[in-house]
């Protein structure tokens, strides 16, 4: 506030702003899905995407490692509903087994 003061402007500092697009096909749900979990390790914050203690992603998948109620709880999603919508368990590790392709979310990426 006080450098919006000082400089005479408004709004946030250090964010840039964002779009709220409509998620409309499973597509692109898809797509959102594995780069937000991916995205850690994109941005070298874990070596290993599977290993980031705030994914969703081990908690969806019952990995004893992760905590499940907690994560799933907040999510207020069935952990077989999650993955009955990709395709069952083999069908959502596969899914993130390969880079996400980011062309149809890059307009709104903010790097």
Known sequence: MAVNLRYQRTGS???KPFKRILVDTDRYFAALVKYIQRN???HGLVADFHKWPWSSYGAIL???AMPTFE???SLRIPRNDVLAWFGGRAAF???HQTDPDERPIAE????
Do not use: N
């Open 93 to 95: 590790v596969a899914l």
């Open 108 to 111: 709104y990426l903010i790097e």
């Open 71 to 73: 994560k799933l709880a």
């Open 13 to 15: 500092l250090f964010q």
């Open 40 to 42: 850690p390790q994109k």
């Open 62 to 64: 019952g990995d004893s």
